[in-house]
């Protein structure tokens, strides 16, 4: 940790990091003078018994034997530890006060912060309160607490490097928790044993999912003690006590619309987009730009094959992004294009493009809002005529009309998810796009029966709508030209 300021740390529970990082505190606090170090829990009952734990640990010290080691204690208060070395170690609890205000720190630990309240502002207060320079560090610990806060967007930024935090992930089978559970290894040994007549667990009585396990670093008696707990609780209940990597940690057992044990294990397996080289002399040139910047392009087009796409439009300057999904007519999908900042008149060129690129894709296209302008474009600027129609009544006549698109009403769109739900759960669709897949982990239904993306900034549902669209476009099986 020592090499950057800035550590945020994802974990399983009962790890006894939290036990680390007070050690730690403990040791910076000994062995250099003047320190200034700051605890903050998310209760008051554990902000007590992490100081508790920093005070037996300071107790222990033979300062008897070794006088001229370890300084003494010059006060000791209730929340607070000052030794004549000019040290101080302060734990508060989080609260809806600014972490930290009027003081500078040399160490900050944030512990279970993602179950703080107001975390954006606790968290902006404490890096203020950050000492300059090399020696001085913020570290955050926690286990998730689902996606809709600040620390799932702190972390995960962290984790594809886009952030001054460095992300550490702790799963359930690192060596830490080897003595931590080694009872509960052992009990679940000894169940695995008398229900398999007396024989151990081997390699080659692996699931598929625990052979990925295996293959990443846990070991048998992880892997018994996993069977173990499963008598007790869903996969999805261990995979957020206990997650395996960090995307499992943020499952939400509640209100999901899609199965997070399925999405999970699509992300573990997703293929990486082809690079830029490998696309440069295959596609237009006017999306050299977007290249592994919005258009993941995982399968080039191949030859009298039929494809299917689905195409939601946004404003092009907001918060909403324009997105593109498409899919080959065997349900696997070759592309997923997603941007906030490309024009209505500039994305319509681009579905154009991209359509005609993939032989001439069928293409269903959200009618909703900016969704008109761009199918007026496809159909009278460019001429694309591949497109989804709907025959719907007439208000005045009374007679059916056949209209360009997809008009999502709150009827149509629970249709459309209920068949993206169906088509991807039962393997009728292969998903490659990872940030659709994280986008169907916030995908909810509310309290009043609708469904989108679970409240929060960021958090988005749009390529959920582009990847539906598509599936609307394989079902319909129309082709027109």
């Keep these: 940790m020592a090499k950057n300021r800035f550590v945020i740390v994802s974990k399983a529970r009962q790890g006894g990091i939290s036990t680390f990082c007070v050690a730690k505190a403990l040791y910076r606090a000994i062995v250099n003078e003047n320190e200034n170090i700051l605890i903050v829990s998310y209760k008051s009952d554990s902000s007590k018994a992490l100081f508790e734990k920093l005070k037996s640990m300071n107790e222990w010290l033979p ?90 967007k702190l972390f995960m930024s962290a984790w594809k490097n886009n952030s001054k935090y460095k992300a550490m992930f702790i799963p359930f089978y690192h060596d830490l928790y080897k003595k931590q559970f080694k009872y509960e290894h052992d009990e679940a040994e000894a169940w695995y044993k008398a229900d398999n007549k007396g024989r ?7 699931e598929p999912d625990e052979k990925v396990l295996y293959d990443n670093g846990a070991n048998l008696r992880f892997l018994m003690w996993r069977r173990y707990k499963l008598l007790d609780m869903t996969l999805q209940e261990f995979q957020q006590e206990y997650p395996s990597n960090p995307l499992e940690s943020f499952i939400s057992t509640g209100n999901s619309v899609f199965n997070q044990a399925i999405v999970l294990e699509r992300l573990n397996h997703t ?27 995982f399968y080039l087009p191949k030859r009298n094959v039929r494809y299917y796409g689905g195409v939601d439009t946004s404003s092009g300057g907001g918060n909403d992004y324009s997105t593109i999904s498409i899919f080959n007519e065997d349900g696997q999908q070759v592309l997923s294009f997603y941007n906030n900042h490309v024009t209505v008149w500039d994305f319509a060129e681009i579905v154009d493009c991209l359509g005609r690129l993939y032989n001439y894709a069928f293409l269903a ?65 292969n998903v490659e796009c990872k940030e659709t897949l994280q986008q169907m982990q916030l ?39």
């Design 271 to 297: 293929i990486p987009p082809l690079s830029k080289d490998e696309l440069v002399n295959e596609i237009p040139e006017i999306l050299h730009r977007f290249i592994r910047k919005g258009l993941d392009i």
């Design 200 to 206: 151990r667990l081997s390699v080659a009585d692996l």
């Design 365 to 429: 296209v959200e009618r909703n809002s900016f969704g008109t302008p761009i199918l007026e474009r496809l159909r009278k600027q460019y001429n694309y005529l591949n497109l989804y129609k709907q025959k719907l009544f007439d208000e005045r006549t009374g007679k059916k009309k056949i209209k360009l698109g997809f008009q999502t009403t709150n009827a149509t769109k629970v249709i459309m998810i209920q068949d993206l739900k169906e088509s991807f759960e039962k393997g009728l669709i």
């Design 63 to 152: 300062r008897e034997k070794y006088p001229d080691l370890f300084p003494n204690v010059k006060r000791d208060n209730r929340d607070e530890l000052i030794f004549d070395n000019g040290s101080r170690i302060q734990c508060i609890v989080a609260g809806i006060k600014s972490i930290g205000r009027g003081s500078t720190y040399s160490w900050i630990h944030l512990s279970e912060y993602a179950f703080y309240d107001k975390q954006e502002m606790q968290l902006l207060s404490a890096e203020q309160s950050l000492m300059k320079g090399n020696s001085s560090q913020l570290t955050i610990e926690t286990t998730s607490n689902g996606t809709g806060n600040n620390y799932y």
């Design 443 to 481: 995908f909810v239904e509310k309290v009043n029966g609708s469904m989108g993306n679970k409240s929060g900034e960021d958090n988005h549902d749009d390529l959920v709508i582009s990847t539906a669209l598509a599936v609307q476009a394989r079902k319909i099986g129309k082709w027109y030209v």
